[in-house]
T-cell receptor
Framework: DAGVTQSPTHLIKTRGQQVTLRCSPK?????VSWYQQALGQGPQFIFQ???????QRGNFPDRFSGHQFPNYSSELNVNALLLGDSALYLC?????????????FGSGTRLTVV | AQSVTQLDSHVSVSEGTPVLLRCNYS??????LFWYVQHPNKGLQLLLK??????LVKGINGFEAEFKKSETSFHLTKPSAHMSDAAEYFC?????????????FGAGTILRVKS
């Protein structure tokens, strides 16, 4: 049973560019969340999607946007990249909106902005 | 606001000795608490979770955590450390929001295991 799959694994972009990261949730999971983990820090919540809509958002600017597709997969888009956006971006999925099952995390996409 | 504080940024133990990683939480309601482990250049793996059931929670790879409401603590323990336990460990509290939820992570504890 495949867990959470993220692509690409690594990415290098230039300041001002735009990037799209992709996530396929674990089979049977319909809720997807995205987290940003800067070097040496714990992950920070970006937003959560279910039923193809953004339901909750953390303290991130509008440059960060997302999408969820009917098959529950999700994309994270970041526009006008800044050096400070360099981080590991983690996708997490859950079978429902409760916290009972916890979240299953992918291995992440390492984004480097130069 | 819900938060967690991991009391040690680094812990070093010898192989075969007990592991104790300390975590205190702050929550205005009965919390959902988790411990996740992150090996270098890897994603996060759920070790165990507390969701208002038994206060002593058993997880994978021999890890346990005890929820103590009176002390607002959720410390992670393992009787005997193995070299493969070397990693970063995150104490996490689940936060309910208006239309969903999020995880709030502690700053992490790096566990070093000496041979």
């Amino acid at each position: 049973d495949a867990g959470v799959t993220q692509s690409p694994t690594h990415l290098i972009k230039t300041r001002g560019q735009q990037v799209t990261l992709r996530c396929s949730p674990k089979s049977g999971h319909d809720t997807v969340s995205w987290y940003q983990q800067a070097l040496g820090q714990g992950p920070q919540f970006i937003f959560q999607y279910y039923e193809e809509e953004e339901r909750q958002r953390g303290n991130f600017p509008d440059r960060f946007s997302g999408h969820q597709f009917p098959n529950y997969s999700s994309e994270l888009n970041v526009n006008a990249l800044l050096l400070g956006d360099s981080a590991l971006y983690l996708c997490a999925s859950s079978p429902d909106k409760s916290l009972y099952y916890g979240y299953t995390f992918g291995s992440g996409t390492r984004l480097t902005v130069v | 606001a819900q938060s967690v504080t991991q009391l040690d940024s680094h812990v070093s133990v010898s192989e075969g000795t007990p592991v104790l990683l300390r975590c205190n939480y702050s929550s205005s309601y009965s919390p959902s608490l988790f411990w996740y482990v992150q090996h270098p250049n890897k994603g996060l793996q759920l070790l165990l979770k507390y969701t208002s059931a038994a206060t002593l929670v058993k997880g994978i790879n021999g890890f346990e955590a005890e929820f103590k409401k009176s002390e607002t603590s959720f410390h992670l323990t393992k009787p005997s450390a193995h070299m493969s336990d070397a990693a970063e460990y995150f104490c996490v509290v689940g936060v309910f929001m208006e239309y969903g939820n999020k995880l709030v992570f502690g700053a992490g504890t790096i566990l070093r295991v000496k041979s």
